[in-house]
């Protein structure tokens, strides 16, 4: 597989540091929040990503960290601790606010058919591997103490800078987040590794530490938990793009100068969704979660199918309307899937066809992850001359990665429709029909007639979007 990489800035083929199995690390969610639609993106097209890895034969280890601790509202050290804030908000401890939207964001990624990492691990539950990297950092020179808190040098390293598209000093932190420098930096790039001395004296977590009672900084986890779990070598390493400075640039920092070898290898990032057209969303003050999605009456996998139908380099434009269209254009799809569903045989599928069936989606994914192409391969395999039993096969396999729940829905969509016609006494069909007619006719009041009729009779009718659905009372 050919897949961009952010520090080269090339298209490079992915190969693993031991051949066979493919490491990675995913940068995971700060909780004090619910996750926006826009993070979540960056998560699917993670969960393609490694899914495609494992459907290519590779050993792949994930892991996640889960930030509870040290980030605060600028990526820079400063602002407020998100935590904290979350948790004056709802009235809260910082711990029940980090249970709470772990939680909600593992139900979110299950709705989202996306896979849960092989591990997944709190910062908090890591403070000593914190205190164990600094010190070994403070020993060889890459981090002096000042002001009570301990910082990393960035003049130590030859080359501080990467994912550097831009003018240095745009990218300073300070200036870029428009706060106030730091006086105890040597260096204005200069970060946090550990905190004692901040300006919340309220800050409800604090660990004993060689410098003091305090806390770590939000970029010295994912070395930490990235090393522990993964080892020296890392193979890849995802986030969203807005992580890439400072946070990933911090994170090859001390994790380079305290190995004293190059660490990861691969650098994945998914680009922003856009929701900023002033039309949506922030004007009307909605906060896009999933749970919204659905309280709207959004399948969650249409949403999965949007992201899918963009490439992870670019911005993708979210609205209404493009999510409407991507949610009808996934009903159509599960539509065109549910025949291979029909009397089912257990034909065996002839292992030719069936890689012809998946030569296009392979190459789509192949050349750096090419999820819309990969979904037109999925409807040029549905529209092949091959027997059902390879498509439906070559279908399951592409949805392993794609993880659409193409089978799923396309059985509910059969069974919906065996209701419809089968067991439902001619007389309640003939009302059915009378009172699509009138709806048609948008004569709603004689509808809501036949439906009471039709209730009195011990069914009911529903509308969802897969169409009219009949069932017993
Ligand atoms: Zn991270």
Not at 8 to 34: D, F, W
Not at 144 to 166: C, H, R, V
Not at 174 to 200: I, P, Q
Not at 294 to 312: N, W
């Amino acid at each position: 597989m050919y897949i961009y990489n952010s520090a080269s800035r090339k298209k490079e083929e992915l190969i693993p540091h031991t051949a066979g199995k493919l490491n990675m690390y995913t940068c995971g969610p700060t909780v004090y929040h619910y996750a926006h639609i826009g993070n979540l993106r960056t998560y699917i097209m993670e969960d393609v990503l490694e899914k495609y890895l494992r459907f290519t034969g590779l050993d792949v280890k994930r892991v996640m960290n889960i930030t509870d601790v040290g980030h605060l509202t600028s990526d820079g050290d400063t602002g407020d601790d998100k935590m904290l804030k979350g948790a004056k908000r709802e009235h809260k401890t910082v711990m029940e606010i980090a249970k709470f939207y772990t939680d909600a964001f593992f139900e979110d990624c299950k709705k989202l058919n996306i896979k849960t990492p092989d591990v997944i691990e709190p910062a908090t539950h890591c403070i000593d591997e914190f205190i164990r990297v600094i010190t070994a950092l403070l020993e060889k020179g890459y981090a002096y103490e000042a002001g009570g808190n301990i910082y990393f040098d960035t003049s130590k390293l030859d080359k501080y800078y990467i994912f550097n598209d831009f003018n240095e000093e745009d990218l300073a932190v300070g200036v870029r987040e428009g706060v106030e420098a730091d006086g105890n930096k040597r260096n204005k790039t200069d970060f946090v590794l550990w905190f004692t001395k901040s300006k919340f004296e309220d800050q409800e977590l604090k660990w004993e530490s060689p410098w003091g009672l305090g806390y770590p900084g939000w970029h010295i986890e994912c070395s930490c938990i990235s090393m522990k779990h993964l080892g020296e070598y890392l193979d890849l390493h995802c986030g969203g793009i807005d992580n890439q400075f400072p946070h990933h640039t911090n994170e090859i920092a001390q994790s380079e100068a305290y190995l004293g070898h190059p660490w990861c290898r691969y650098w994945f990032h998914v680009h922003h969704l856009n929701t900023g057209d002033g039309k949506m969303s922030k004007s009307k003050g909605e906060f896009l979660t999933v749970s919204l999605l659905e309280s709207k009456g959004y399948d969650p996998l249409a949403y999965r199918f949007f992201c899918l139908q963009s490439h992870y380099r670019k911005t993708l434009e979210f609205s209404w309307d493009n999510l409407d269209n991507a949610a009808a254009a996934y009903s159509k799809l599960v539509a065109r899937v549910a025949p291979l569903y029909e009397n089912v045989t257990d034909e065996k599928t002839d292992e030719a066809v069936f890689n012809e069936l998946l030569k296009g989606f392979r190459e789509a994914l192949d050349n750096d992850l090419n999820t819309a192409q990969a979904t037109t391969a999925l409807y040029d395999v549905l529209k092949a001359d091959a027997p059902a039993a390879a498509k439906r096969c070559a279908v399951e396999h592409m949805d392993y990665v794609l993880s659409l729940g193409l089978a799923e829905a396309a059985k509910k969509l059969l069974a919906g429709k065996a209701k419809e016609s089968g067991d439902i006494p001619e007389e309640v069909a003939e009302l059915v029909k009378q009172r699509a007619e009138a709806r048609k006719a948008k004569d709603f009041a004689k509808a809501d007639e036949l439906r009471a009729k039709i209730t009195e009779l011990g069914y009911i009718v529903e509308e969802t979007r897969q169409g009219t659905v009949i069932r017993k009372a």
